[in-house]
């Protein structure tokens, strides 16, 4: 997950989920005010803008346990006895601090 420019890099794990039955992802510009198709590989991506360190750091304890929930969520009836992952409100907002933290202008958006 990368940050590039002023737009926040979401997940791979997240962003396919939104591809359409041709592998697509279509999502607005708000730059250029048009609508654009992408893919979820290459939405945004900028290669070694982290450090492999903070790469394997944010795989660790942002994406793998975020993957985790959605691949729950995914599958889940919402009947009782179904458990979620251990933690999964943490895992959803630890997800969630990472994004602002990536993006200082969202930040102060939400702090306004």
């Known amino acids: ?3 590039v420019g002023s737009h926040v890099q979401i997940p791979r794990l997240i962003l396919k989920n939104f591809h359409n039955e ?3 992802l279509f999502y607005y ?3 250029l005010k048009t609508i654009k198709k ?3 590989k290459t939405f945004y991506r900028e290669q070694g803008y ?3 360190y903070v790469e394997g750091y944010l795989g660790k304890t942002v994406e793998t346990p975020l993957g985790k ?3 729950f ?3 889940a009836e919402f009947k009782d006895g179904e458990n979620p992952p251990l933690n999964y409100i ?3 907002f630890t997800y969630l601090y990472s994004l602002m933290s990536r993006a200082p202008m969202l930040l102060n958006e939400i702090n306004e």
């Open 22 to 24: 041709n592998n697509e």
């Open 29 to 31: 510009d708000v730059d």
């Open 73 to 75: 969520l995914k599958k």
């Open 1 to 3: 997950m990368t940050e």
């Open 50 to 52: 982290f450090s492999d």
């Open 90 to 92: 943490d895992t959803a």
């Open 38 to 40: 992408g893919h979820a």
């Open 69 to 71: 929930l959605v691949s």
